[in-house]
């Protein structure tokens, strides 16, 4: 359509200083032309004072330009500078008319544009170009054009060429197969227009860097989630960058086929704190990174995602009990396209927040059994899950964390690979100093977490062997769980908490047994995780010999009798702590360290080892004091044979004792018992906790001395003690 105003008239609108109010144009090719001192498309004008013949309003409302394929070309008169769209020249003394409600509005999957000069090839395009939805048309110049094209979420115009470029985003599941370049053209649906409105060929729009491709064919195919930037150029080098968003879940854009669009959508499993305020709709969205676009490409707003209720309101009432897990939870696009993701609500062991700078640090602490090799720096940033975010909430890079203290890594390592058990701190902090510190728990048994790959995601549990005296009341569970200090996490990292261990009931029921009678001995104990994973300790019952207590009961001590065949090598003060196994505690139950306890007369050990070195036998005091003067009493029972404790293996490895003394004694008479000849050889036996052993002697040697002795015939008799578990010594009985 071609309009033509007269004189003083616009080309469509009003005729001289007549307001306009209500003009609609959309679809098609509308050229309008005004005559002298008229707009375009507005009001009509004319030069001179105002005389009664017409009225003095120039103002235009109401004008729409909408649609999709709709161009508006509009022409003011040139030679009195009129505006293509706006108002005519007003009465003289008169103020310039008003605009209100001018507007362009393109269609849903339409952008539009505004060119604002004298001609077809001498133009600019207005401020904010294009532009998805309404915008204002204000424009100078005599020449106007108005027009839309397909969406696109990226788009240049060149200044100087006024180039037009523009491209969609694409999103994807990761995974699977990479993108050719024709599909990434396809996707990103780009278009491009040379100065004069003439589009580019197909051909003729290239990318610019091989190298993103290669980056998001190498993310994809290996998995990878994150946001990637592939830039397009036209010939003369007019660019626009699109962003690939590969997502965890959803739609996987490498298997479309170019004649059959389909919606596509994308979504990212999330972490968040459990604990606080439900989250709403909006936050969930925006944790899952959904992303979607309908079948045109067009960019689905976050509005036009909804959540799964059922879902929601699950995930809701565990964060706001403070509960941790995995849930499900499903996204719906406006088109019915849905991608689920899952959500982990996770309890960070620490947290930091520093109410100067407004960042916050956390982390996790880490679990592992001790021995074999070290942890990497990188292994412990992912065990710790350790993460920050600054005053706005954006992360904070992760190589922007450092270790605050390398002697801790030091020091961990150093444990671990030599097989210590204990609580090691573990700081972490940021560049402007915020700080939270972790706690790496080394223990006997359990999962190497040194092990587990940056791939896994595997749940770990750790506990440690422990020793009890023997005797009164039966355990608790809760007693056993506290013993070995169990601790576990969940495969999302939250400490599992000890009500959520339990132990192996028939272990339990037996090491009860073997308590409340006052025996000893070694014992497994299984602790189970609710999530199935499980550790072994071994528990050990102890019967100590001495036990003393300081008078005002500010320390205990303990310490078991030692027995030792004569001869050979004397013993280490390091060796006779390990088998005495003298302990000390502190009146708030802590342990004293071996280097606490000292021998209270260095006179007994040269006595003890000078005798052990000339091959006697007897038994000899040892005397062990604390700073404060606590003091045990043991004795070393030295004897002509059996196991030589100065030959005890490894530290903290206990095996089991036994020793006797070869013995004479006067023929004729009654039959020995066994108690007779236990006292007679003086023997001894310890089991594998050092306790004393129940001692038995073979029957058939006893039998045949005892046959002797009762017809008073003389001779020498091998008489052979054992204990429970095989151990056994020999002696001579004359």
Known sequence: MTASGGVSCAGIGSGSWTPTDGIYITGGNVYASGGTNAAGIGSGGHTGAEDGTYGANVNVSNVVISGGDTVVTALGDKSTNMPGIGCGTPPDNKPQGTITNVIASPDTGFQGYIQDGTSETDYNFTKHMPFPSASPISVEKFYTKIYFGPFRDENTIANDTKEQIGANNIISKT????????????????????ENGTSFIEGELTFTDARQIQNINQAKTSGKIGNFPLTFRTPNGTKVTVTIFLRGNGTDSAEFEPNNSIPTIGANDFETNTGGDPFTEEQLKKLGEV??????GNTISLDDFTVDLDQFQKINEAKTSGKTGIFDLSYTSKDGK????????????EITEDTDTGE??????????????????????ELSRVKAFDENGQEVPAVDILFSDQDQLTAINKAKTTGEIGNFPLTFQTLSGTEVTVTVFLRNHGTDTSEIGSENSISTIGANDFEKDTGGDPFTEEQLKKYGEVKG??????????????????QFRKINQVKTSGKSGVFDLTYFANDGSAVTVKVSLVKYDETSEAPDQAESMKGMDIISKTGGEGFTESQLKELSRVKVFDESGKELTAEEIVFSDPDQLTSLNKAKTAGETGNFSLTFQTAKGTEITITVHLR????????NPEPGKFDASI?????????????FTKEDLIKLCEAKGKDETRSDAELNIKNEEMNKLNAAKQKGRTGTFDLTFFISGGKEVSVVVT
């Open 338 to 349: 849905q991608v689920t993701v899952k959500v982990s609500l996770v309890g960070y062991d």
């Open 659 to 671: 020793a006797a003394n070869n013995a004479v004694h006067k023929t004729g008479g009654t039959a």
């Open 175 to 194: 995974g699977g197969a990479g993108f050719s370049e024709s599909q990434l053209k396809e996707l990103a649906k780009v278009n491009g227009k040379r």
């Open 489 to 506: 996490k969940d495969t999302e990292g939250n400490t599992i908490l000890p009500d959520d261990f339990t132990v192996d009931l028939e």
């Open 291 to 296: 992303k979607g676009k309908d079948k045109e």
């Open 360 to 381: 916050t640090i956390k982390g996790m602490n880490i679990i592992s059994k001790t021995g074999g090799k070290g942890f990497t720096e990188k292994q412990l940033r």
């Open 640 to 647: 002509d044979h059996g196991t030589d404790g100065a030959k």
